[in-house]
């Protein structure tokens, strides 16, 4: 037996198994890649987006609600390459929306009216309405599906939009929301407004003194600022030629008033007058008549009680007219400068109650009215300014301290009221949760009027002895103004409707 090398032993053994391997593998392949394909084809499932459980291999609908089912994202690794896979079933969900939408688009308008809304002859007196829970301006008299989303329609009872909305609300459910409700009743409501007040001296308590003749100082008892002083105590003594030469003058008058009594008692009553009218004080006239001594140094007496709040003057200065030496003020009674608001002008009038609180005083409620409302605003706050006159008993209140305000108007009497709390303020209009019995509440609009001390005035709306809800009404008055759109929406006309859902 011939010996072959055994490099050609191992060639013949590599041609031998590589041949039949190349001759077999396409048609392996092409099986394997069949099988590859049919498996991606019988992957492709459908689901519904309300109901995910419901999982189909055709397209339809939801056996459930009736929604178009859509492609399913498949979770698995599939064959295909990973950058082509979204894009493939991005492409096949939207040419299904598409034939779905094309559906439902091409039908005439006509049919969707009819669909929608109500024909001509049927009886606008129908309470019972069928809506999509998905779209609700899709609104039928009849049983069906959304043309739009294919869900089944939701049977809902509507009452006639001139009607109340009456919201049924359980015993436990309105424990469990913490209502509360209040009886309408009829009470006397005051409007009052609250601000803060300056304390100022009473302008008509302010003394002057001044000199009416030309001379110096001698004597000044009056030595610096805020000085109390009484009526009639001595301030200063005066040294003034004209003074003398006045008092000379009555002190002839009287000697000449012996010999012509006429003549004499005319010149006499001039004299004194020019005394009086150059300040001169009565009790230094009188002494003037008795012993006929001129005085030089001429005394003069404090007009009122107070304290002084200026002082220009000091021992030995030459003064003369017009020079204000004192200023003498009485805190006896003080004013209050309040700022209020000008919305606030037209129901405020001179003589209106006013009570003033002063803490930091220990003062409180002080009752007063008030004096006077001034003509201008400010032009910088733009508020109005009302002044109270205020007896200020052992001068507790201060000039330039802060004490509270409250302003009253006039008080309406026998008026509907109900607490703040129960008003709804939407911006547009103010409404009321009204308890129609212990189970049905009723949102129902009111007309406001003044509104005080956490009550507000009842125009239109409302009756003595309603009950009115004062907490948890909020809920209420939603569920209520959901219902009274879906009357809006089934009285709206034909053709909005419809053109709504095409825009859809």
Excluded at 43 to 54: A, D, L, R, W
Excluded at 77 to 95: F, Y
Excluded at 287 to 313: C, M, N, R
Aim: net charge negative.
């Amino acid at each position: 037996m011939k010996k072959l090398p055994l490099s050609s032993v191992l060639l013949g053994a590599f041609v031998g198994v590589i041949i039949p391997i190349t001759m077999t593998s396409p048609v392996v392949y092409g099986a394997e890649h069949d099988h590859a394909q049919h498996q991606v084809q019988a992957g492709k499932t459908y689901t519904c987006p309300m109901h995910p459980e419901v999982i189909s291999v055709k397209e339809g609908t939801c056996p459930i609600c009736n929604m178009f089912l859509v492609v399913k994202e498949e979770e698995e690794e599939s064959t295909v390459d990973d950058t082509q896979a979204p894009m493939a079933n991005m492409q096949s969900a939207a040419s299904v929306e598409k034939s779905q939408a094309d559906k439902v688009f091409s039908q005439p308008e006509p049919a969707l009216v009819t669909k929608l809304m109500p024909t001509a002859n049927q009886s606008d007196s129908t309470n019972v309405k069928y809506v999509c829970p998905m779209h609700p301006h899709v609104i039928s008299d009849a049983p069906g599906t959304c043309p739009i989303c294919g869900m089944n329609l939701e049977k809902v009872t509507v009452t006639d939009p001139s009607q109340e909305i009456v919201v049924g609300v359980s015993g436990g459910m309105q424990q469990a929301l913490g209502m509360r409700s209040h009886v309408v009743e009829r009470t006397s409501l005051s409007r009052q407004v609250n601000t803060i007040g300056t304390v100022e001296y009473n302008q008509n308590a302010i003394g002057h003194v001044h000199t009416r003749a030309t001379g110096w100082i001698e004597t000044l008892t009056v030595n610096n600022v805020g000085q109390q002083i009484k009526k009639g105590q001595l301030l200063y003594e005066l040294y003034s030629p004209e003074l003398v030469n006045a008092q000379d003058d009555y002190s002839q008058a009287q000697d000449y008033l012996k010999q012509d009594t006429k003549r004499g008692s005319s010149l006499l009553r001039k004299a004194r007058k020019r005394l009086e009218l150059l300040g001169v004080d009565s009790s230094v006239i009188k002494h003037l008549e008795k012993t006929g001594e001129t005085i030089f140094k001429v005394p003069f007496y404090a007009p009122q009680d107070g304290f002084i709040s200026k002082l220009t003057v000091r021992d030995g200065m030459y003064i003369q007219p017009g020079d204000t030496l004192f200023e003498i003020v009485n805190l006896d009674s003080v004013w209050v400068i309040a700022d209020v608001f000008e919305n606030e002008q037209n129901w405020l009038q001179q003589g209106h109650k006013v009570t003033v609180s002063a803490a930091a005083q220990g003062l409180f409620d002080i009752d007063s009215t008030i004096d006077y409302i001034y003509p201008e605003l400010d032009p910088v706050t733009r508020a109005m300014r009302v002044r109270i006159k205020l007896n200020n008993h052992h001068d507790k209140l201060r000039p330039g301290s802060l004490v509270d305000v409250t302003l009253y108007g006039l008080p309406k009497n026998n008026v509907l009221t109900v607490p703040t709390e129960a008003l709804i303020l939407t911006g547009r209009e103010n409404r009321i949760v009204v308890q129609r019995s212990d189970t049905s509440f009723a949102s129902v609009p009111v007309k406001i009027g003044m509104m005080a001390d956490g009550r507000a005035e009842i125009l239109e709306g409302l009756n003595e002895h309603d009950k009115v809800v004062i907490s948890g009404q909020f809920l209420l008055d939603s569920e209520a103004s959901i219902q009274g759109s879906l009357q809006r929406l089934s009285n709206a006309p034909i053709n909005a409707t419809a053109t709504d859902a095409h825009q859809h």
